[in-house]
């Protein structure tokens, strides 16, 4: 499998946090030392595919059903673009995909014989902008996704996921806001985290836990 590793120093990224944003600095050394690590996959076809079966589902379900899947992929050569081209709609219905989700990845196959769909290594060579706008091409693929795959994948570390229902709660809370943060006055306050936005993203969602 395919291993992508954050290429910058946690050291680094978490002191330049606490010397810009002394309130996330606090909420920092209450979480702890910075513990991602990039998950593990072969290709952006698996992360996208596990992405989609995933949307909308208790962990639990999509995970009983993500197996089924690559199972019934595994009859036709794998976890690849092809094999979805060789399974029938009933297999791939039966092994719990909906009918939305079917259709997203049937789209997805196509979209990687396409080539809009990079493969990892071409991925390293497109900025997170290009690959929101490429993957997002993807039927039932939004922006979201596409930075938890940039985040939680493909460990890029100047991500920051304004749609996240979390990321938004731990703002409003860690900042003592009265009203929901909006997307434009979130990716203004993290001017100052730049360019370890990821880092300073998975610190707010950790901040969560904390009494």
């Given at each position: 499998?395919?291993?992508?590793?954050?290429?910058?120093?946690?050291?680094?990224?978490?002191?330049?946090?606490?010397?810009?944003?002394?309130?996330?600095?606090?909420?920092?050394?209450?979480?702890?030392?910075?513990?991602?690590?990039?998950?593990?996959?072969?290709?952006?076809?698996?992360?996208v595919?596990?992405?989609?079966?995933?949307?909308?589902?208790?962990?639990?379900?999509?995970?009983?059903?993500?197996?089924?899947?690559l199972?019934?992929?595994?009859?036709?050569?794998?976890?690849?673009?092809?094999?979805?081209?060789?399974?029938?709609?009933?297999?791939?219905?039966?092994?719990?995909?909906?009918?939305?989700?079917?259709?997203?990845?049937?789209?997805?196959?196509?979209?990687?014989?396409?080539?809009?769909?990079p493969?990892?290594?071409?991925a390293?060579?497109?900025?997170?902008?290009?690959?929101?706008?490429?993957?997002?091409?993807?039927?039932?693929?939004?922006?979201?996704?596409v930075?938890?795959?940039?985040?939680?994948?493909?460990?890029?570390?100047?991500?920051?996921?304004?749609?996240?229902?979390?990321?938004?709660?731990?703002?409003k809370r860690?900042?003592?806001?009265?009203?929901?943060?909006?997307?434009?006055?979130?990716?203004?306050?993290?001017?100052?985290?730049?360019?370890y936005?990821?880092?300073?993203?998975?610190?707010?969602?950790?901040?969560?836990?904390?009494?």
């Amino acid at each position: 499998m395919g291993e992508c590793a954050f290429a910058f120093d946690p050291i680094v990224a978490a002191a330049h946090l606490r010397a810009n944003d002394p309130i996330l600095g606090a909420a920092m050394g209450r979480v702890g030392v910075f513990a991602l690590q990039p998950k593990r996959t072969r290709s952006l076809f698996e992360a996208v595919l596990q992405s989609i079966v995933y949307q909308q589902l208790h962990a639990k379900a999509a995970g009983t059903i993500h197996d089924r899947v690559l199972a019934e992929l595994r009859r036709h050569g794998g976890a690849k673009p092809a094999a979805v081209g060789k399974a029938t709609d009933a297999a791939l219905r039966g092994a719990g995909l909906s009918a939305n989700k079917l259709l997203a990845v049937r789209d997805l196959a196509l979209k990687c014989h396409e080539g809009t769909v990079p493969t990892l290594q071409e991925a390293g060579g497109l900025s997170d902008a290009e690959l929101v706008a490429r993957l997002t091409e993807v039927r039932g693929v939004g922006e979201w996704t596409v930075h938890m795959l940039l985040i939680f994948y493909l460990g890029r570390p100047d991500v920051l996921p304004t749609g996240d229902f979390a990321i938004r709660a731990a703002f409003k809370r860690l900042y003592r806001k009265r009203k929901d943060p909006t997307p434009e006055s979130m990716t203004r306050h993290a001017r100052r985290w730049q360019p370890y936005r990821s880092v300073a993203s998975w610190y707010l969602w950790r901040s969560l836990d904390l009494d």
